[in-house]
């Protein structure tokens, strides 16, 4: 079974940074796209930044040139660099992967959620 685990988020002052990462573990084949997306209080889950396979990125309107995708494919980890930081990207950040893995024996097309991370950033 696949898991993604999240770490690297916290508390961090407007203007600041933080770098939160997601490890993907398991029977992985290939992965396709890994991404992050946020959740605030009361809204739904939206697009922050996503990378694929060949190294192209997407990012939402609200975070292009403060945020930074980039992956490690060795270490099937995508990281988001978060910087000037502002009391509006408060949210559970969830890293995302579309991938392959190995599942009774054979490949199968998966889309996999991390737990979640919070980011809180105070003015």
């Known amino acids: 079974q696949v898991q993604l685990v999240e770490s690297g988020g916290g508390l961090v002052q407007a203007g600041g940074s933080l770098r939160l990462s997601c490890a993907a573990s398991?029977?992985?084949?290939?992965?396709?796209?890994m991404g992050w997306y946020w959740q605030a209080p009361g809204k739904q889950r939206e697009l922050v930044a996503v990378?694929?396979?060949?190294?192209?990125?997407n990012y939402a309107d609200s975070v292009h040139g403060r945020f930074t995708i980039s992956r490690d494919n060795a270490k099937n980890t995508v990281y988001l660099q978060m910087n000037s930081l502002k009391p509006e990207d408060t949210a559970v950040y969830y890293c995302?992967?579309?991938?392959?893995?190995?599942?009774?024996?054979?490949?199968?097309?998966?889309?996999?959620w991390g737990q979640g991370t919070l980011v809180t950033v105070s003015s």
């Open positions: 995302y992967a579309d991938l392959a893995a190995q599942s009774m024996g054979f490949p199968s097309s998966q889309e996999v």
């Open positions: 398991g029977r992985i084949l290939s992965i396709n796209g």
């Open positions: 990378i694929r396979s060949d190294g192209s990125t």
